[in-house]
């Protein structure tokens, strides 16, 4: 039998409409249903996307049709695809609406770059992901006020964010914990 710790939460997943980073998708949908969460997909089209990897998922909500009053929680996925959701109104409108709500907000891998161009991670602590080579991800947070930090993850209020693919089981304990607690 399942944990049912989430019973009752619903949980919006937020994807690129191509190359989302499967395991940061796949290993916490699967924690959060697990636990009871009912979860949603959203990307900027519905239907069939296709990860890096080839994981292959369906879009149930196209984001500008993201309302957070219906949600309890949104995730942004991270993989290459992710910039798509940069400067894109709508992700920012969404993450507002959630911030705004009070309501808990995931980021995992290159996606806390999402969250640092509509400010809410101003004067906050997060984390994103970096190479040896490539440090966009921390010069955009820092940039935007936020205080970088190299741990695998960053719980800073309602905001929870991962450096990548290797925290998936932990970020998504992380935002369940919050979840439940709330």
């Avoid at 296709?50 to 993201?66: Q, V």
């Avoid at 991270?78 to 309501?103: L, M, S």
Wanted: charged letters at 30%.
């Amino acid at each position: 039998m399942t944990n049912q710790k989430l019973q009752g939460k619903k949980i919006l997943m937020v994807i690129a409409r191509k190359d989302f980073r499967d395991e940061e998708y796949f290993i916490p949908k699967k924690i959060f249903e697990d636990n009871g969460a009912e979860t949603k997909t959203a990307s900027s089209k519905t239907g069939a996307i296709l990860g890096f990897l080839g994981g292959e998922t369906e879009a149930d909500i196209n984001i500008k049709d993201i309302k957070a009053e219906n949600f309890d929680a949104v995730v942004f996925v991270g993989g290459n695809g992710a910039q798509e959701y940069f400067d894109d109104e709508e992700a920012h409108r969404v993450i507002k609406e959630f911030h705004d709500a009070g309501k808990t907000i995931g980021a995992i891998c290159i996606a806390p770059v999402i969250l640092a161009k509509t400010s809410v991670l101003k004067n906050k602590k997060a984390t994103v992901w970096q190479s040896p080579t490539d440090k966009t991800g921390p010069k955009i947070l820092e940039q935007a006020g936020c205080s970088v930090s190299t741990s695998n993850i960053e719980k800073s209020d309602n905001i929870i964010t991962a450096n990548g693919r290797e925290a998936s089981e932990e970020f998504a304990k992380t935002i369940m914990e919050e979840l439940a607690r709330r």
